[in-house]
């Protein structure tokens, strides 16, 4: 979550918003409740390859992929030996020195058709770690009261692992396939560098190449034991970075001048503080929040329904936005000024100011058109914006009408006793953007019922999965995935 395309961690975190409860560790590591009775799954009993997923992850766990510099050919190498065990062939796929990807392919049909292939992507690099603040070796995958430790335990190694069950599952089950299944392992999401899967796409497209990808981004939403809902990520917003720049006469402190850069960058951060964005509300945020007003408190929901309103739609936008700023930052562009420079000696006044902000817009916005309210509003001849030069694109998002979704949609729901599944608008950026842009129709789903505390470890400390929730992801996504690739 560093750098130009993610949010601030803890805004990730927070993707539902529930206010935080204490929650027993036994209600935590349970099941949810409203899982069913476990039918027979298509793909037959799981329980031995769901024993050997939660070794797959704590090997993954304990090769270090610290992302700088990644390391990732050690977690690919490990992964290329499970596969053969199992008697897939898979390939390596160098992107840089020490970081390659992976890919394997379950076929079809001898011709393969790329366009209805489905691509399970994960991450294989994780965020540092401050060891201080850990209450266990935090790459010695340690299983203590019903969770799993350490860094990558949810972003991304349990991903990572369940892909590889349900790829796995496939092969043992010796499904029929009505379309390609490709596994991918991606190096560098986490700096969005040189190795990241935009570098990949460009150089091993024809390897990859898929109309469907399964990814990380959403969530199950696990609240007081029960699953509250499922978000489905189907689109995201994107990330602008833009200097502000004041200009002015440098020259002794001692003798104050009117186009002093400091004071004119103050006053144009300040204005831009207080700008708020009009409301755009996209199909996807107004599915969501159709979706969601079903488990709020009537209050809330009431507005939530009213957001589209001609008479009461303006008064419902402030009180959701007002109530919660994952909310605000769905409905809008938002803007935050992150950084600010200036001035060398405190007693010389500086020729130029500079500051950062951090801009992200609804998909279908431009830059331009914010930039020329903020220039409106800034009014100052000394200050210019400057759009910062690796500005994410837009995407188109998922659409909501394939077999893809509506597969994710059935299997979740019945999977988790009838919660509402959401499509889901993040305000951070994932992989899934450049997939998108190569019309892939991607989703993301962390498959695991976490709750909001749990969530929160990840990029933090103590970084920790459910193992009950481990093993009801990995159930889930295969039954996802059997549903929408297995010839029946
Ligand atoms: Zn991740």
Not at 71 to 90: C, D, F, M, S, T
Not at 223 to 252: D, F, L, M
Not at 373 to 402: C, F, H, M, T
């Given at each position: ?162 892909n590889l069950a349900t790829f796995i599952a496939l092969k043992r089950a010796n499904a029929r396939l009505n379309r390609d299944v490709i596994f991918l392992a991606t190096d560098d999401e986490e700096q ?246 190569h019309n892939v129709q991607s989703y993301g789903l962390w498959p695991f019922p976490l709750t909001q505390e749990d969530l929160k470890r990840m990029h933090g400390d103590d970084e920790r999965i459910p ?22």
């Amino acid at each position: 979550m560093n750098g130009l395309r993610r949010m601030p961690r803890l805004l990730l975190h927070a993707i539902a918003w529930l206010p935080l409860t204490t929650i027993s560790v036994a209600a935590q590591i349970a099941p949810p409740t409203n899982s069913l009775p476990a039918s027979q799954s298509p793909l037959g009993d799981l329980t031995s390859l769901t024993a050997d997923a939660k070794m797959w992850l704590q090997g993954l766990i304990k090769i270090n992929t610290t992302n700088p510099p990644g390391n990732e050919q050690l977690a690919a190498k490990y992964i290329l030996a499970v596969l053969q065990r199992e008697g897939i062939a898979a390939e390596e796929l160098p992107v840089t020195p020490g970081r390659t990807s992976v890919v394997a392919r379950l076929r079809s049909s001898a011709v393969a058709d790329p366009s209805r292939a489905l691509i399970l992507v994960a991450h294989m690099d994780v965020v540092g770690v401050d060891r201080a603040k850990w209450t266990v070796d935090p790459f010695a995958a340690i299983i203590k009261d019903g969770y799993l430790y350490g860094r990558g335990a949810i972003d991304n190694k349990a991903m990572l692992a369940s892909n590889l069950a349900t790829f796995i599952a496939l092969k043992r089950a010796n499904a029929r396939l009505n379309r390609d299944v490709i596994f991918l392992a991606t190096d560098d999401e986490e700096q969005f560098g040189d190795a990241s899967i935009k570098i990949l796409i460009a150089k091993y497209w024809d390897k990859i190449a898929a109309g469907f990808a399964l990814n990380e981004g959403g969530n199950v939403v696990l609240k007081n034991g029960k699953v509250q809902y499922i978000a489905v990520q189907a689109s995201e917003k994107v990330a602008v970075n833009v200097s502000v720049v004041a200009r002015g006469t440098s020259g002794h402190a001692s003798m104050p001048t009117k186009d002093n850069s400091v004071v004119h960058l103050s006053s144009a951060v300040a204005k831009i503080g207080g700008y708020v964005a009009p409301v755009h509300i996209t199909a996807i945020v107004r599915r969501y929040f159709e979706g969601i007003a079903a488990v709020e408190d009537d209050e809330i929901a009431k507005w939530m329904r009213s957001l589209d309103t001609a008479d009461r739609g303006e008064h419902a936008q402030r009180v959701i936005s007002d109530a919660n700023p994952q909310w605000n930052a769905m409905l809008r562009d938002t803007i935050s000024p992150t950084m600010l420079t200036a001035g060398i000696r405190p007693n010389v006044i500086p020729a130029e100011a500079r500051a950062t902000l951090n801009i992200r817009l609804l998909p279908g916005d431009t830059i331009d058109a914010l930039l020329g309210e903020l220039n409106k509003l800034i009014n100052d001849p000394l200050v210019r914006l400057e759009v910062q030069p690796d500005a994410g694109l837009a995407a188109p998002p998922s659409s909501l009408e394939n077999d893809f979704y509506a597969a994710i949609t059935k299997v979740a729901a019945q999977e988790y006793g009838g919660a509402p599944v959401l499509p889901y608008q993040s305000p951070w950026a994932t992989d899934s953007a450049q997939l998108r842009l190569h019309n892939v129709q991607s989703y993301g789903l962390w498959p695991f019922p976490l709750t909001q505390e749990d969530l929160k470890r990840m990029h933090g400390d103590d970084e920790r999965i459910p193992l009950a929730s481990f093993a009801k992801g990995i159930d889930v996504e295969s039954r996802i995935v059997a549903e929408f690739v297995m010839t029946k």
